[in-house]
């Protein structure tokens, strides 16, 4: 045959194609009522792998690993759609809680708001705090976990936190606070991390023999300080690094911190811009107590957990395929007292108001044990 008939054939069988999938699809309606009258889950495993196992064997042997993909993702669709119709209209789900979270599109982002950060004046979650909010009320707390506190108790509406940096990683007390607070995102930003060798006036630089910051920072810059042969003492954050430094009676001691530190502590800048890469960047989120989606969020973050056994986070993604939904980042920690066994953070690119970020919300719970969304949010860049 010419190509211009073969596309023809091509053209007839995919016509025929698509009538037998819109015919397939209508039919979740129908499993979607037996189920919910009998009391069935929506994910049938045994069930699952028999239809695939017929597909395998109905195939010639070299498209069996096509013909299944294909069948796995007709399934999961399938899946996907039973799930919004059962849970259409339900004030519990997911998706209807979401919805009432979204605020209306008039109202904007807040520009006051009293606000937790770690550390004291001069920290980069400061930083980060004020480019977030025109007019933050800050209140400053030793640790992650005094932030967290802090928010949950109700002594302020947000917490900004560190989660991520482009050279470093993730902040994995963050997720791990995350995961254990249930917190909502309501917003992020991506603030350039430039970090500064501070020390008091008068030391010069062949004269440091310490370096004190926090662990973040000093991985950001260790070639940095490899060059210098320094010892380095770990703190809970650069600003508290600046201000230990100035008020210690040794001279032979320096801080990784912000510029900003110089002038708030009164220390000298013996040399700039230190990090290893210049392409250095750390997220930093703001979290609170109660869900709140502002109009035009188009980033969303999900915790969630899949049983141990083969092809189980492979049905989560496939989800996220079937549904066009693009995956933007994929972390997994160790779940405490779970020999091998993870939860999975996702960071996804999808608008609030999409139907299909709507149904993915309300299909997830058959292809993991439990998950958690944590909201959807504007990234300030």
């Not at 096509?66 to 039973?82: D, G, H, T, Y």
Request: hydrophobic share 40%.
């Amino acid at each position: 045959m010419e190509l211009t008939e073969i596309r023809d054939r091509l053209d007839t069988i995919d016509a025929q194609l698509l009538d037998l999938f819109c015919e397939r699809m209508k039919l979740a309606a129908e499993v979607a009522a037996s189920k919910k009258k009998s009391g069935k889950a929506v994910f049938d495993p045994a069930r699952e792998r028999e239809k695939l196992s017929r597909v395998a064997e109905q195939v010639p042997e070299e498209l069996v690993p096509q013909a299944v993909a294909l069948f796995s993702l007709l399934m999961s669709m399938n899946k996907a759609e039973q799930s919004r119709i059962l849970s259409a209209g339900d004030p519990h789900s997911i998706a209807e809680m979401t919805k009432s979270a979204l605020k209306p599109a008039d109202v904007p982002f807040p520009a006051r708001a009293s606000i937790a950060c770690q550390g004291v004046e001069g920290a980069y979650s400061q930083i980060a705090a004020s480019r977030l909010f025109r007019l933050p009320s800050i209140t400053f707390f030793a640790s992650f976990d005094g932030v967290c506190r802090a928010v949950k108790d109700g002594l302020v509406r947000y917490g900004v936190l560190p989660i991520e940096n482009s050279t470093a990683g993730s902040v994995n007390a963050v997720y791990d606070l995350l995961a254990e607070y249930r917190f909502h995102i309501v917003r992020s930003i991506r603030l350039k991390i430039d970090h500064n060798l501070l020390a008091k006036p008068g030391t010069r630089i062949e004269g440091i023999r310490e370096v004190w910051s926090h662990e973040q920072a000093i991985a950001q810059c260790a070639g940095y300080l490899e060059s210098l042969s320094v010892r380095v003492h770990v703190c809970e954050n650069t600003a508290q690094a600046a201000e230990a430094v100035a008020s210690s009676s040794r001279t032979d001691v320096a801080a990784l911190s912000s510029r900003v530190c110089a002038d708030l502590y009164g220390l000298d800048l013996l040399d700039e811009d230190v990090q290893d890469s210049d392409n250095n960047y750390t997220r930093f989120v703001v979290i609170s107590a109660e869900p709140e989606i502002y109009a035009g969020a188009t980033r969303a973050s999900l915790m969630l957990t899949v049983s141990h056994e083969p092809g189980s986070l492979y049905r989560v993604l496939e989800r996220f395929y079937a549904l066009g939904i693009n995956l933007v980042k994929l972390e997994s920690r160790p779940i405490p007292g779970r020999d091998f066994e993870f939860i999975f953070y996702f960071d996804l690119d999808c608008p609030v108001s999409a139907p299909s970020f709507i149904e993915l919300l309300d299909s997830l719970g058959d292809v993991c044990e439990r998950y958690w969304y944590f909201g959807s949010y504007t990234e300030v860049l």
